[in-house]
Nanobody, 127 residues
C-alpha cells in the first residue's frame, strides 16, 4: 500500500524559509513523477512543482520559480520542497502526490495525473 507522509509545515514570517518533506513508502518510486500541490482557503488545489524521480528533472509553477526547489533522496525515499523567500500568498496546505505513469506519459501539472496523495501539511506565512 502506497503511503505519502508530508511534514515540515509551520508558521514563518514573510521572507523566511521552510523545507517540506514527503516520505514515500509501499512501492518502488523510481519510475514515478512526484508532485507538490497546494490549496489555500477558498481556492482550488494548484500545481507547485514536480520531480521525475529517476532523472531528477524538476518543473515549477511560475509563481514559485526561483524561490522553491524540489529534490529527492533515493536512499530515504523522500522528496523535499525547499521554500525560500516565502510570501503571505504562499499560505496554504501543501500536498505531496505520486504519479505512477510518470513523465512524459502524463501531465505533471494536472491533479488527475496523480494516483496517490499525502494528507497535507499547513504552511502559514505572516506579513
Amino acid at each position: 500500500q502506497v503511503q505519502l507522509v508530508e511534514s515540515g509545515g509551520g508558521l514563518v514570517q514573510a521572507g523566511g524559509c521552510l523545507r517540506l518533506s514527503c516520505v514515500a513508502s509501499g512501492r518502488t518510486f523510481s519510475s514515478y513523477t512526484m508532485g507538490w500541490f497546494r490549496q489555500a482557503p477558498g481556492k482550488e488545489r494548484e500545481f507547485v512543482g514536480a520531480i521525475v524521480w529517476s532523472a531528477g528533472n524538476t518543473y515549477y509553477a511560475d509563481s514559485v520559480k526561483g524561490r522553491f526547489t524540489i529534490s529527492r533522496d533515493n536512499d530515504k525515499n523522500t522528496v523535499y520542497l525547499q521554500m525560500n523567500s516565502l510570501k503571505p500568498e504562499d499560505t496554504a496546505v501543501y500536498y505531496c502526490a505520486a504519479d505512477r505513469q510518470g513523465y512524459p506519459f502524463s501531465d505533471y501539472t494536472r491533479l488527475r495525473s496523480y494516483d496517490y496523495w499525502g494528507q497535507g501539511t499547513q504552511v502559514t506565512v505572516s506579513s
